[in-house]
């Protein structure tokens, strides 16, 4: 039972363009949501993430749309960089259930061509 | 430095030995988890402590593994008799007892199971 999908495997994107990497929740529960980054051999950094009060939050080339009635988040960067090929994982997790341990998903691998 | 950090970041055993696995979280963190990563997979959560108390262990993946933060600082991540199927990227990650939701993760203990 996947809580956190991610069903896209794999994106692949023009340098420069936007990338957009798409993620769904099942559990009604789960009150913030997290993108996290991850390069081969190295742990998930994390990038950004969104309370279920928002709808969206933007750092920089990254923004994290939330859209609760759907039960969908998506990731934004833009513009996309060759730096920006990696895996990233979507996570859940909730703060009203005692800040239980977050749940992810099985990533998206994104490749930047230059 | 002061991230979270693994030993060892690789060990190759024999099916059949016992394998042990250390974590120094960020040293402010109250929490300490334990995720498990396998090919093509998101991390899996497996146990978490609140200072030295262990608050969730039944997705411990059998009575082989097992998990101790005895003063509350450092972790081991302890795996008996060991099978191919262990093999996976083990992933601690802490985080401070109030917080965003964000974990910090180390670089991750690669098992490979022969």
């Known amino acids: 039972d996947q809580q956190v999908k991610q069903n896209s495997p794999s994106l692949s994107v023009q340098e420069g363009r936007i990338s957009i990497l798409n993620c769904d929740y099942t559990?009604?529960?789960?009150?913030?949501f997290l993108w996290y980054k991850k390069y081969p051999a190295e742990g998930p950094t994390f990038l950004i993430s969104?309370?279920?009060?928002?709808d969206k939050n933007e750092d920089g080339r990254f923004t994290v749309f939330l859209n609760k009635s759907a039960k969908h988040l998506s990731l934004h960067i833009v513009p996309s960089q060759p730096g920006d090929s990696a895996v990233y994982f979507c996570?859940?997790?909730?703060?009203?259930?005692?800040?239980?341990?977050?749940?992810f998903g099985k990533g998206t691998r994104l490749s930047v061509i230059a | 430095d002061t991230g979270v950090s693994q030993d060892p970041r690789h060990k190759i055993t024999k099916r059949g030995q016992n394998v042990t696995f250390r974590c120094d979280p960020i040293?402010?963190?109250?929490?300490l988890y334990w995720y498990r990563q396998t090919l093509g997979q998101g991390p899996e959560f497996l146990t978490y402590?609140?200072?030295?108390?262990?608050?969730?262990k039944s997705r411990l993946l059998s009575d082989r593994f097992s998990a101790e933060r005895p003063k509350g600082s450092f972790s081991t991540l302890e795996i008996q008799r060991t099978e191919q199927g262990d093999s996976a990227m083990y992933l601690c990650a802490s985080s401070p007892l109030v917080n965003t939701g964000e974990l910090f993760f180390g670089e991750g203990s690669r098992l490979t199971v022969l």
């Open positions: 402590f609140q200072n030295e108390a262990q608050l969730e």
């Open positions: 996570a859940a997790g909730s703060f009203l259930s005692g800040n239980t341990p977050l749940v």
């Open positions: 969104i309370s279920s009060i928002k």
């Open positions: 040293s402010e963190h109250n929490r």
């Open positions: 559990n009604s529960m789960f009150d913030y």
